[in-house]
């Protein structure tokens, strides 16, 4: 089973096969950030957002 949309949220998947976890090696889970084209921006194994917050304030300067 593929990673599916999660009602109410417009670009969030739960990969409730593990499918996704399996291939990023993600033990007790994780945040990833993938472009529309593919490219994987952000990869954690900690599902903290204090990182993900960290490079969007790099990328975007917030």
Do not use: E
């Amino acid at each position: 089973m593929y990673p599916y949309r999660v009602a109410g949220s417009y670009d969030s998947y739960c990969d409730s096969s593990g499918s996704l976890h399996q291939l990023y090696g993600f033990q007790d889970g994780g945040l990833a950030l993938i472009r529309p084209d593919g490219y994987i921006a952000f990869l954690s194994h900690s599902v903290s957002a204090d990182g993900l917050l960290s490079y969007l304030r790099k990328i975007f300067t917030l």
